[in-house]
Nanobody, 123 residues
Framework: QVQLVESGGGLVQAGGSLRLSCAASGRTFSSNAMAWFRQAPGKEREFVTGINWSGGSTYADSVKGRFTISRDNAKNTMYLQMNSLKPEDTAVYYC?????????????????WGQGTQVTVSS
């Protein structure tokens, strides 16, 4: 059974940092693009950042310069380092894996999803 399990969420003050992890099991995703999405209350799930098999990455404009995505293929794990957090970053963060090696921003392009981890940034 393929599973993606996020961890590392929590409550942090504005300006603080958090590091999210996404551990995959059941198969390897070393050749696949993976991504982080987030969903705030009452809003659509949106693309945050994605990474391909070789470490190339893409970021949403809202997080550029503050968030860093990385992956450890040997551990089948992806990470999201979030710095300079803002209250508008508050959301449930989901990791996702695509069937292809290409990073895309569309939710429908990812076929494996984690259960999500809550990130709350207080002002």
């Amino acid at each position: 059974q393929v599973q993606l399990v996020e961890s590392g969420g929590g409550l942090v003050q504005a300006g603080g940092s958090l590091r999210l992890s996404c551990a995959a099991s059941g198969r390897t995703f070393s050749s696949n693009a993976m991504a982080w999405f987030r969903q705030a209350p009452g809003k659509e799930r949106e693309f945050v950042t994605g990474i391909n098999w070789s470490g190339g990455s893409t970021y949403a404009d809202s997080v550029k310069g503050r968030f860093t995505i990385s992956r450890d293929n040997a551990k089948n794990t992806m990470y999201l380092q979030m710095n300079s957090l803002k209250p508008e970053d508050t959301a449930v963060y989901y990791c996702a894996a695509a069937p292809s090696q290409y990073i895309t921003m569309g939710r429908d392009d990812y076929n494996y999803w984690g259960q999500g981890t809550q990130v709350t940034v207080s002002s």
